[in-house]
């Protein structure tokens, strides 16, 4: 069974940086691209970027370049992501997803 | 980036009825057309790849079709579980968009 663990809801201050993680099992971790995607509260689904936990490489959404970092360890099948210079808007529920499966999601709250 | 516009954004139907729901992209994507529902509170789940490929262990209910711009989910004989939000996803270029999704509801 695939399944896609996500860690848990974080309350982080503005301006700080918040690292969110993905452990994949139950497949081989390097033979999907790993996407994250951003809901915010009732709203919809927005990309944020892929990597390829293969060879590391990203590929970003125009608007979350200077947003996000993707990372992948092989050794733990984990897929990272860092968000930095939080806002408001950043307040969202976060996904890792190879499509077919979805993590459960991360709720990131931004408020001082 | 390619727009997807979903219709209706909302829906109201019976226990037993046959809805449909659309997507129009903004320029053809080559039935690289996913669906997905998500329940409250839930991540999304895979119902449709490819535009009209039921994934695994999705009731038959469950079917899609369209080409070009234009596509469409159909939910026969609806059942209370099909309450959700329905999303639309094209995968033809990167960055893959979403429709704004519908929100399906018993009348």
């Known amino acids: 069974e695939v399944l896609l663990q996500q860690s848990g809801a974080e309350l982080v201050r503005p301006g700080s940086s918040v690292k969110i993680s993905c452990k994949a099992s139950?497949?081989?971790?390097?033979?999907?691209?790993m996407h994250w995607v951003k809901q915010r509260p009732e709203q919809g689904l927005v990309w944020i970027g892929r990597?390829?936990?293969?060879?590391?490489?990203?590929v970003y959404a125009e608007k979350f370049k200077s947003k996000a970092t993707l990372t992948a360890d092989k050794s733990s099948n984990t897929a990272y992501m860092q968000l930095s210079s939080l806002t408001s808007e950043d307040t969202a529920t976060y996904f890792c997803?190879?499509?077919?499966?979805w993590g459960q999601g991360v709720m990131v709250t931004v408020s001082s | 980036d390619i727009q997807m516009t979903q219709s209706p954004a909302s829906l109201s139907a019976s226990l037993g009825e046959t809805v449909t729901i659309e997507c129009l992209a903004s320029?053809?994507?080559?039935?690289?057309l996913a669906w997905y529902q998500q329940k409250p509170g839930k991540s999304p789940q895979l119902l449709i790849y490819?535009?009209?490929s039921l994934n695994d262990g999705v009731p038959s209910r469950f079917s899609g079709s369209g080409s070009g711009t234009q596509y469409s989910l159909k939910i026969n004989s609806l059942q209370s579980e099909d309450v959700s939000i329905y999303f639309c996803?094209?995968?033809?270029?990167?960055?893959?968009?979403f429709g704004g999704g519908t929100k399906l509801e018993l009348k």
């Open positions: 490819y535009a009209n």
């Open positions: 996803q094209q995968n033809y270029d990167s960055p893959p968009t």
């Open positions: 139950g497949y081989t971790f390097t033979d999907y691209y």
């Open positions: 997803t190879i499509w077919e499966n």
């Open positions: 990597i390829n936990p293969a060879n590391g490489n990203t």
């Open positions: 320029e053809d994507i080559y039935s690289n």
